[in-house]
Each structure stands twice: as structure tokens, then as C-alpha cells.
């Protein structure tokens, strides 16, 4: 059983949404919906988060995912449908329950930060522990291990306004993860920043993570980080999920045209993990260590990251997760993945021509 | 009322029926309700009286001292200061140094009252649109109704004194504190209301810890309005019995002298001014340093 499971949630927006939902079931179709006054957000939306994976939300502006991620936690509830989390039905709890399930199991970070301004750093990243009861100085202590572990140490008497956009969002991070839930929920949490911090930040996350292991809920509109840190993506279009799959499923069998548009225009070099093209590692060769920079790559690095690494090698280079070696990739598999023949012609895409797309 | 209007009347009589039904009731609660509204008054009076004493009883000196320190203390600044213990003796040189402290007790009294029935109705409002739409306009008769009005009836209820004078001014005096309560409250950003939320608070935690810190600028400048507010109140109250530097005025325009009125004037406008400014220094101090909103609550900083 999945740790998040999501069934058949349709959500209307509007005045009266049973209603709606009745007169949507019997063949009304969405316009005349609208000219009701209600929005179709949802529309039976059935999906299976697994425990420590990285599950992206994508879509465009509109698409119900940021709605969708805001039923795990019962900020938003759906007009039909059920959400379980971790075998418990979200939608049946009472209040004090749900309160105990949003301080215990799920945390939040959200697009605008969603800091409290009068309140300093540390008390800001302490917020979930102070909710829950947790003493002053305890969670004064917890919460300076998550601000170092941000880095923002130094940083802790500091009030958000004093803070640029990127530590702001440290800040939201740090506050995350200090709740220590084991699930997290991502509403665009790197949109609003500046390209190269988010580039950072998504990297800091794919390590954090990999030391974590938590379950992360992620809503993005960008395809490029869609793919970057998804374990797994869900692409909804129009409050419905249109595909879910991995990255390299996304990328190359997309499910509608819009999505194989989208596809068209990714940087594979710099959206794939190189992890993507992983093949196991040969029997017949020893097995080298993983703490050997030059020998092993980290599974999350992007293609473009361990390109001159390959090129020219004639042996597997070994890729490594953690402290594991969990296979290998070669020249041959990497352009594979980089140029499908049916799709792509090879002097297309390795070199930065597309890097700002999509 | 005298003048007969002949032929079919265009208007009804409204005005009779109105006016003896309002003075039933007025009667009704007077006879009825003696022993609560005397409960209500010696409430008051068992907070304003003490309040009263202490700050006539005390040496004009350590008054000075404590107003100083409090000056300093909300607003670090030496200009200030001074100007405080330098208001604070003129009113003592015009003479005034008796009934400016009756009148400081009634209006921190005034204010507290204020206070204790704004916070929870600012708030109450801000976050039900139900009670807002009733909440508004009551608030807007209160400001707009001329205070005579209720003078009157406050007067039968509670006796000449200070107790309706209290009561008549925090009816004037009241709304700007709801009102900037309720905006406050309603302004906190969308996000991190949801934020306190997602992490688990209950609508009590998220009130203390999120909405209430955030709205304190506006809740100050709602103090600080209504303090104001009440301070204009001064003459009027003296009209029903309340002493203090009002009734100075009130003196000047009865004996038709002009010079007695203004020196009851003067006193008022420091005591405005100096208040005015305390307050304000105080919203600065109780938001966090280094705020980007410190700057439009102090503007003479």
C-alpha cells in the first residue's frame, strides 16, 4: 500500500459544488459548469505516492496542482474522493486528529515562503516543534542543527525581512524539515527565485534527500526541475493527470501533445539524472570504490555534469548512490538517452542551444 | 412642533411614538435594572478611583520621573524625553496639574475599556464576515451619532460623574480600535496563514502566535486613534460631571473668559501631544528591529 494514496478526487470550486458535482456526473460539461459560477480544480484524480520518493506535481499555471497538494494536508478538501494517508482517511479525521496529523506526519514549504516576519530565524524554523509543544530550549536546539544543516548558521537572530530571497526559502526549508515529518509538502518552492540559487538549492534538496529519505510532495510548473529532482512525476493538465511516470518516461513517451511539445524542448544533458541510464554493473569486472571521485559518479548528477567523464572512456564508469555502486553508464547509453533516434538528430542537443528553453 | 401643518399631512407621525418609547425604555431599564447598572458603575469606579488617587496623591516630581523614564524607555531618545518632563511642567505652571491627572485616569481608563471590548470585536470581525456586516455600521452610528445623544440617557443610568463620562467616550473613542484590529487581523498574508495551519496550529495558536503579533502595528495605531479620540471627549465629559481639565474649558465658557479656556486648551494638547507621541514610540518599540514597516508608524522620526 502506497503511503499516499489519492482516490478518484474531483474538487469544484463555486457557490455550491455538490451541486455542480451532481449536475457534472449527469454529462454537464465544464463550460456550462463555469458559467455557474464554479471551477472544475479536479476531476478524478487517483494517485499512489510511495514512501521516500520524490513525487513531483507538474503542470501548467491552472492545471490543480498546487490544489492537489494542498488535499494531502486538508488545507483544501475535495468535493468527491478519498486521500489516505498511511492507511488513515484524511478526510474522516476530526479536527484535533487532523491537527495531530499535520504536526506529526506532513510539513510544508511554500512558493512565497510563507515566513513570520516578527519572528526571528531560529523561531521561525522552531515553529512546528512550538506547535506541538515541544520546550523552548529543546527546540531552540533542534532547530540550530536545521539552520546549520541549511547553512544559515549566523544567520539565526536575523528576521526574514533582513534575508535575501534564496535564505528566505532556506529558511522555510530549515523550518520543514525541523518538524521532522516524514512526509513534505513542496508547493513551488524554488519559482520565485533567481535561476542560479534554484539551481543550488535544488541540488542542496537531492542531498538532503538522499540522506533523509523522506517522502516529498513536489509542485512545480517547470519541466527542467521536474525532471531534475522527480523520483516520479504526475503531469496534470486541466485539474486531470494526464501521465504518471519516471523522468525518462515523461521525456520520452509522452502522453499528449502538449506534453510531447513540452518534452521536445528540454535540455535532456541537464534534466536527466544520469542515473537514468543506468545498466548494471558487468559481473566480470571488480567493483570499484565508490569513494574514488574520478572512478564513480553520483547517481543525481546531471548527464551534462559527468559528460567529460565519458567521453572517451572505454570502460563502464560506475555510478554510485550514497555509498553503493548501483550500476554503470557508457558513451552509448548516455546518447541514447541524450538523442532517440526517431526524435532527435545527435547535433542538436548536447551543446547549450537549448539550454533556455522550457 | 408648534406650527400646525392644515390639509392631508404628507408625513406620519413617527416622532411621538419614537420619543415616548424610547423613554419607556429608558425608564423601564432605569427602574428596572438599577442594581446591574450600579454593578457596572462601581466596577469602573473600583478600577478609575485607585488609578485616580494615586496619580493625584503623588508627588508632581515622581510623576515626572515616571512619565520621563517611561518616554526614554519607548523611545531612547533624549529630545523626547525632555520634552515630556518640559510638557508635563507647563501644564503644572498653568495650573492645571490636578484635574490633568483626573482626566489622565479617566482616559487611560477610558482606553482600557476600549481595549477590552475592541481587541476581541476587531478581531471577532476580521474573522467573520457575518458579525462584520453588523459590527460596521454600528461603529460607523457610534462615530457619527452627536454625542449628546447618548449623554443623556447615560446619564439617567448611571448618575452625573465619571462613570458615564467614561462610557460616552468609549463610545466616540472605540471604533478606530475595532477598526484597525479587524484590518490588522485581515491583512495577515494569505500564505502564512496557511503556513500556521499546514504545520498543525489550532485556530487559538494561530491567533496568538501569527495573527495577533502581525496586526500589532495596527492594532497601536488603533490605540494610539483612539486615545486621541478620547482626549477630544474632555469638555463634553466635563458637561456631565466629570472633573478634570475639561471642566476648565467648560468654566472658561461659562464665565465668559476666554483666557480660563485657553489654558484648559493648552493643558489637553500637551496632554494629546505628549501621549500621541509616547504611543507611537511604543509601536515602534514592540515590533521586531530592523522592520521595513518601522518607518510610516513614526513618521517624525
Known amino acids: 500500500m502506497a503511503l499516499i494514496e489519492i482516490r478518484g478526487v474531483t474538487t469544484i470550486f463555486g457557490p455550491a459544488p455538490p451541486t455542480a458535482l451532481r449536475k457534472l456526473r449527469s454529462g454537464l460539461d465544464k463550460s456550462a459548469l463555469l458559467g455557474s459560477g464554479h471551477t472544475l480544480a479536479l476531476r478524478d484524480v487517483d494517485l499512489d505516492i510511495e514512501a521516500g520518493e520524490i513525487f513531483v506535481l507538474m503542470g501548467p499555471s491552472g492545471s490543480g496542482k498546487s490544489t492537489l497538494l494542498r488535499h494531502i494536508n486538508r488545507l483544501i478538501e475535495p468535493t468527491a474522493g478519498r486521500v489516505h494517508v498511511d492507511g488513515q482517511d484524511v478526510m474522516a479525521l476530526r479536527t484535533r486528529e487532523l491537527v495531530a496529523l499535520r504536526r506529526r506526519r506532513m510539513a510544508m514549504v511554500f512558493q512565497g515562503f510563507g515566513l513570520l516576519d516578527h519572528r526571528r530565524v531560529v523561531d521561525n524554523v522552531a515553529l512546528g516543534l512550538e506547535l506541538r509543544g515541544v520546550g523552548q530550549r529543546e527546540r531552540r536546539t533542534r532547530a540550530m542543527q536545521w539552520i546549520e544543516r541549511v547553512g544559515l548558521s549566523g544567520y539565526e537572530e536575523r528576521l526574514p525581512a533582513q534575508l535575501s530571497g534564496g535564505m528566505r526559502q532556506r529558511v522555510g526549508l530549515a523550518r520543514a524539515l525541523a518538524s521532522e515529518t516524514d512526509i513534505i509538502l513542496m508547493d513551488e518552492p524554488f519559482s520565485a527565485l533567481d535561476p542560479p540559487i534554484r539551481a543550488q538549492l535544488q541540488r542542496e534538496l537531492l542531498a538532503l534527500q538522499a540522506e533523509q529519505g523522506r517522502t516529498v510532495v513536489f509542485v512545480t510548473h517547470d519541466l527542467d526541475e521536474a525532471l531534475r529532482i522527480g523520483s516520479r512525476l504526475a503531469i496534470l493538465r486541466d485539474g486531470a493527470v494526464v501521465q504518471v511516470g519516471t523522468p525518462w518516461e515523461v521525456l520520452t513517451q509522452p502522453a499528449d501533445a502538449p506534453s510531447a511539445d513540452f518534452a521536445r524542448h528540454v535540455n535532456r544533458a541537464r534534466a536527466l539524472a544520469i542515473g537514468s541510464a543506468l545498466a548494471p554493473w558487468p559481473a566480470d569486472l571488480p567493483m570499484p570504490d565508490p569513494a574514488n571521485a574520478t572512478d564513480t559518479v553520483d547517481a543525481d548528477a546531471s548527464i551534462e555534469q559527468v559528460l567529460h567523464q565519458l567521453v572517451g572512456r572505454t570502460d563502464p564508469l560506475a555510478v554510485r548512490r550514497g555509498n553503493v555502486i548501483v550500476g554503470q553508464v557508457s558513451m552509448s547509453s548516455v546518447r541514447a538517452l541524450l538523442a532517440p533516434p526517431d526524435r532527435v538528430s545527435p547535433r542538436q542537443v548536447p551543446e547549450g542551444s537549448e539550454n533556455r528553453s522550457a | ?301
Open chain 2, 1 to 301: 412642533m408648534g406650527d400646525e401643518v392644515t390639509g392631508p399631512a404628507l408625513f406620519p407621525d413617527w416622532q411621538t411614538p419614537l420619543r415616548e418609547a424610547t423613554n419607556a425604555a429608558i425608564d423601564t431599564l432605569v427602574m428596572g435594572f438599577g442594581d446591574e447598572f450600579e454593578a457596572v458603575s462601581q466596577a469602573l469606579l473600583a478600577v478609575l478611583l485607585p488609578l485616580e488617587q494615586a496619580l493625584r496623591n503623588a508627588s508632581p516630581w515622581l510623576v515626572l520621573a515616571i512619565a520621563s523614564t517611561l518616554a526614554f524607555a519607548a523611545s531612547r531618545r533624549w529630545q523626547f524625553t525632555l520634552a515630556t518632563a518640559a510638557g508635563l511642567w507647563v501644564i503644572g505652571a498653568l495650573g492645571q496639574w490636578d484635574p490633568a491627572m483626573q482626566t489622565l485616569a479617566l482616559i487611560l481608563v477610558a482606553v482600557l475599556v476600549c481595549l477590552v471590548v475592541g481587541l476581541p470585536l476587531g478581531v471577532w470581525s476580521a474573522r467573520s464576515r457575518w458579525v462584520q456586516r453588523v459590527v460596521s455600521p454600528t461603529l460607523d452610528l457610534m462615530q457619527t451619532i452627536p454625542s449628546f445623544v447618548y449623554l443623556i440617557p447615560a446619564a439617567m443610568l448611571f448618575g452625573l460623574g465619571k462613570v458615564p463620562a467614561i462610557l460616552a467616550t468609549v463610545i466616540y473613542a472605540a471604533p478606530p480600535l475595532v477598526r484597525l484590529t479587524a484590518l490588522g487581523v485581515s491583512q495577515v498574508n494569505a500564505e502564512v496563514m496557511e503556513a500556521a495551519r499546514a504545520f498543525g496550529a489550532t485556530r487559538w495558536q494561530t491567533l496568538l502566535k501569527v495573527q495577533l503579533p502581525l496586526a500589532l502595528p495596527s492594532i497601536m495605531q488603533g490605540i494610539n486613534q483612539t486615545t486621541m479620540m478620547a482626549l477630544a471627549m474632555v469638555v463634553i465629559a466635563s458637561m456631565i460631571g466629570a472633573r478634570g481639565v475639561g471642566e476648565t474649558v467648560l468654566v472658561g465658557l461659562q464665565r465668559n473668559d476666554p483666557g480660563m479656556g485657553l489654558v484648559g486648551g493648552l493643558a489637553i494638547v500637551i496632554l494629546a501631544i505628549l501621549l500621541d507621541r509616547l504611543l507611537q514610540a511604543c509601536g515602534v518599540r514592540l515590533q521586531p528591529r530592523g522592520s521595513v514597516r518601522s518607518s510610516w508608524i513614526a513618521p517624525w522620526r
